[in-house]
């Protein structure tokens, strides 16, 4: 079994340059410099159009230490999936190839390409970093924004649908790994990419990440933000490994406690949400507890 990680024994080398131009407490630049470290020197990036390519930089000047090659929004599984054949061309067998998308790079435009890697099985990781909408071109909805979310193009009554399970979608594809991650939880990230590297085709990792201005709270909550999300059980960390479901890290342990946090609070702490009236926040703690209640029955 893998020792889990500390942050005493989490790698000390950096592969992110120091600065760099993300928002003030955007959960993305955590997940990054962490999965960055698990990822290591021999890794090759696939980035589209997104929040991350902001947050990298420009050539001739880049946050990233690592080669990065940006693409186009639908490509990222497809370019990822053609640098796989031209490095085993090249002989070069030790390199991660590693595409790294938003959610709308992931969940709506890249969508096809994604599937089709997983049907193939190419040997490569996909990592989403869902901040819930478009929020590089202006916080517009996406196919990962929760219900009931105000956007730029939702204003009034906030989304009208309900959030795309992408986990779930990837995990009917039958690929052997699948992971749900958040940026409030950096080591557990961290453990998850190096389990993903063990092992062989697609695997794919989603990864909760809070965004201060496309949110509505004030940047030094982004850590209590994403653990809220977790602590209500509003959303989950777990990964499916060869077909096997299992809850992992803190929402392992909600399970031994046996209570969760009201999802009331995490949508309080959000302008995005300011629209929810209590019988729709009802509605989603409803859907919450009987989820848990699923959890827990098939505990005991």
């Known amino acids: 079994m893998q020792a889990k990680t500390t942050i005493l024994s989490l ?35 696939v980035v589209p159009p997104s929040c991350l390519t902001v947050l990298q930089g420009l050539f001739p000047i880049a946050t ?4 990065s090659l940006n693409v186009t929004f639908a490509s990222t599984a497809a370019a990822a999936t053609g640098v796989l054949g031209a490095l085993k061309s090249l002989g070069k067998k030790d390199i991660n190839v590693v595409a790294w998308a938003g959610d709308g790079g992931t969940s709506d435009i890249g969508l096809q390409a994604l599937s089709g890697a997983a049907e193939r099985g190419d040997n490569l990781v996909f990592l989403c970093y869902d901040n819930e909408g478009y929020m590089n071109t202006g916080v517009q909805r996406s196919g990962t924004t929760p219900l009931g979310a105000l956007t730029a193009n939702t204003p009034i009554k906030g989304k009208l649908q309900q959030k795309k399970d992408v986990a779930a979608i990837m995990a009917a594809h039958g690929i052997n790994y699948v992971a749900a991650c958040s940026a409030a939880y950096p080591l557990d990230l961290y453990d998850k990419i190096k ?72 949508f309080r702490a959000q302008a995005r949400f300011r629209g929810l009236r209590d019988a729709q926040i009802a509605s989603i703690q409803e859907q919450v507890d009987a989820k848990w209640s699923r959890y827990l029955a098939s505990t005991d």
């Open 195 to 266: 389990k993903a590297l063990t092992i062989s085709g697609v695997k794919y990792i989603h990864i909760h990440t809070p965004c201060p201005p496309g949110w509505g709270f004030e940047p030094r909550f982004c850590i209590k933000i994403g653990r809220l999300a977790v602590e209500t059980g509003y959303y989950d960390l777990y990964e499916i490994e060869y077909g096997a479901f299992k809850l992992t890290a803190a929402s392992l342990k909600l399970m031994e406690k046996r209570k969760l946090v009201p999802v009331k609070e995490y």
């Open 11 to 45: 790698p000390t080398q950096e592969f992110v340059n120091p600065g760099n131009r993300a928002c003030t407490g955007c959960g993305l630049g955590i997940a990054y410099r962490i999965g960055l470290k698990a990822f290591g020197a021999e890794t090759l990036l």
């Open 64 to 67: 990233t230490k690592l080669p």
